[in-house]
Each structure stands twice: as C-alpha cells, then as structure tokens.
C-alpha cells in the first residue's frame, strides 16, 4: 500500500501563487505515476497534471503554462506549482499515486488540501 499526505493549500488571491506538495510512503517501489488531481463543489473529480517514473508530463488545458509539476525521488514527493491563479481554480486538490504489483494497478489518494482563490 501507499500512503499520501498533502500539504500547502490555503488561500490565495487571484494572480498568486502556491506550492502544493504531496509525500508518499510504503510499497514507494510499486508506484509508476504520480499526480494531482482537483474537484471543485458540484463538479467530478478532474486530472490537473500527472508525472510519470520516466518524466512524461501531462497538464490539463486549463492549467498548461501556469502550473509545474515536478518529483523528488529521493524524497518520495511530487510537487505543483501553481502560479496566475484564477478563482476557478479554486478546489479540493488531491495527490494521486498510481502502482502495480506486476498483475494489477491500484490507485491512491491523498486526503486532500484545500485551494481557494479570490477575485
């Protein structure tokens, strides 16, 4: 199993910035991919951005050119950073971690950290 711990929502105005960070622990060798992902109030939960073991990246549309993600390996930790925020960006932001045993893929989560942006 894996477990995930965010830290570093909070409240932000709009065109701010904030660093979201998110440490893993446990089976950290059977991870494959790490990510973020956001759900707003009334809204399905939505990839932000994901990088995997090799380095490949992937943003959401919405966010490419204003956030990074990045990994810290030797800490067991992704990162995102966020910057020109946008009040529709505000949401529950959760770290993802996505492993395998060889046979299956299991998907895990974080509890989540808060992000609120004003206008």
């Known amino acids: 199993q894996v477990q995930l711990v965010e830290s570093g929502g909070g409240l932000v105005q709009a065109g701010g910035s904030l660093r979201l960070s998110c440490l893993a622990s446990?089976?950290?060798?059977?991870?494959?991919?790490m990510g973020w992902y956001r759900q707003a109030p009334g809204k399905q939960r939505e990839l932000v951005a994901v990088?995997?073991?090799?380095?490949?990246?992937n943003y959401a549309g919405s966010v490419k050119g204003r956030f990074t993600i990045s990994r810290d390996n030797a800490k067991n930790s992704v990162y995102l950073q966020m910057n020109s925020l946008k009040p529709e960006d505000t949401a529950v932001y959760y770290c993802?971690?996505?492993?395998?045993?060889?046979?299956?893929?299991?998907?895990?989560w974080g509890q989540g950290t808060q992000v609120t942006v004003s206008s």
């Open positions: 993802n971690a996505g492993t395998t045993n060889g046979i299956s893929y299991t998907s895990y």
């Open positions: 446990g089976s950290i060798s059977s991870i494959r991919a």
């Open positions: 990088i995997t073991n090799g380095g490949s990246i």
